[in-house]
Structure formats: C-alpha cells, structure tokens
T-cell receptor, first 117, second 112 residues
Framework: KAGVTQTPRYLIKTRGQQVTLSCSPI?????VSWYQQTPGQGLQFLFE???????NKGNFPGRFSGRQFSNSRSEMNVSTLELGDSALYLC????????????????FGPGTRLTVL | AQTVTQSQPEMSVQEAETVTLSCTYD???????LFWYKQPPSRQMILVIR??????QNATENRFSVNFQKAAKSFSLKISDSQLGDAAMYFC?????????FGAGTRLTVKP
C-alpha cells in the first residue's frame, strides 16, 4: 500500500505570494492533518480534515487554510506569505474514526519544505 | 491546554548502550494516548511506540520500551542496545480524540 505523498517536496516563494501544498493520504484513510515544523516552534498542529470537513483547527492566522476533496486528498493554502512561514509542512493521514477515545495511528508524509524569501 | 515537554534537547549514547529520553505532559483528562515518534534526518516521521492511558502495563516494541507514570504525567522512552540507525529526532506526543500535541523533540546521537 502506498504511503502518504506530498507535493511538491520543495518550494521557494517570495513574501506576499501565496502557495498551495498537496497531500494524498493512504488509500482508505479519511482523515488528513497538517502540521508546521520549524526549528524554533517545533511541530505545531494546523488543522485536520475528515470527510471533506474541517474537524479541528490549531492556532494559526486565517492566512492558513485548507480543504479536502471527496477522494480524501487535501490541500493547504497559505496566502500573503511571510518570512516566518518558512518551514517543513507535514501532513499525516489516518482512518479517522474516533469514538470513545478510540485511536487511529497517524502516518506521516515526507513533508514539503517551503522557503520564503 | 495540554502541553508536552521534552526537557532534553539533545542526548547521545554509545552504540549498544541504553538511553532514556524524558517526556512530561499536562492534562486533566483520564483517557488519552501517548506516542513516541522518530524523525531521522531528511526522512519521514514514523511511530515508534504508543501507550494507552488506561493501560497500566508499559508498552514495549522490540528494543524500545516506555515507562509510563500516569499520576506523575511522565512518559519516558528507553532504547536498549542502541544502533546507529536510531540516530534521529524523537518526539513525544499526546492525543485525545482530535487534539494532538507534540513536544519540542530530543535529538539523539549514537556514537560508534
């Protein structure tokens, strides 16, 4: 079974531009979560999508948005890029069914490294 | 808010020796999951081991084991017989339903 894929793997943008990152989950997984990883802030949760609906959201400004398609693929968009948005953006997929504390293991993609100049 | 703290930014261990990575967390909940993830240099993050809070027995996966102290909110990872391939960033994580939080990570160096 293919793993989580993210495209592109590397991206260079300039301040003020916008960017769209893509994540394809493992087949059968309906949940996709996005994380921002920086040396200073570590791993921070951005948002999670399940069945095309945003189920949970981290503490990031509205410039960060996402969506999920019917095939569970997800995109993340960052508008009006700032230098501080330079980071490794990770997505993780899981089956997504959560009830009574039940757990679904998250599988991570390789990440998209975004550099903002 | 739930927070996860890894107090050791860097650790090193001699090959074949044992090392313990520390993690503490803060929560008022009783049912949750704890994880250790490994992120090798320029490679994908993978799950090393997980612990269900309702289980008193410490989880074990081959050379990896945890010491889960629920009352103390402590969750340390012990790596036995360390190998060169264990060199990586290790992240402790807490999850309850849709809320997942990571610690800042511990960079483990393995010396030959």
């Amino acid at each position: 079974k293919a793993g989580v894929t993210q495209t592109p793997r590397y991206l260079i943008k300039t301040r003020g531009q916008q960017v769209t990152l893509s994540c394809s989950p493992i087949s059968g997984h309906r949940s996709v979560s996005w994380y921002q990883q920086t040396p200073g802030q570590g791993l921070q949760f951005l948002f999670e999508y399940f069945s095309e609906t945003q189920r949970n959201k981290g503490n990031f400004p509205g410039r960060f948005s996402g969506r999920q398609f019917s095939n569970s693929r997800s995109e993340m968009n960052v508008s009006t890029l700032e230098l501080g948005d330079s980071a490794l953006y990770l997505c993780a997929s899981s089956l997504g069914h959560v009830s009574g504390g039940a757990y679904n293991e998250q599988f991570f993609g390789p990440g998209t490294r975004l550099t903002v100049l | 808010a739930q927070t996860v703290t890894q107090s050791q930014p860097e650790m090193s261990v001699q090959e074949a020796e044992t090392v313990t990575l520390s993690c503490t967390y803060d929560t008022s909940e009783s049912d949750y999951y704890l994880f250790w993830y490994k992120q090798p240099p320029s490679r994908q993050m993978i799950l090393v081991i997980r612990q269900e809070a309702y289980k008193q027995q410490n989880a074990t996966e081959n050379r990896f084991s945890v010491n889960f102290q629920k009352a103390a909110k402590s969750f340390s990872l012990k790596i036995s017989d360390s190998q060169l391939g264990d060199a990586a960033m290790y992240f402790c994580a807490y999850r309850r339903y849709n809320d997942m939080r990571f610690g800042a990570g511990t960079r483990l160096t393995v010396k030959p």
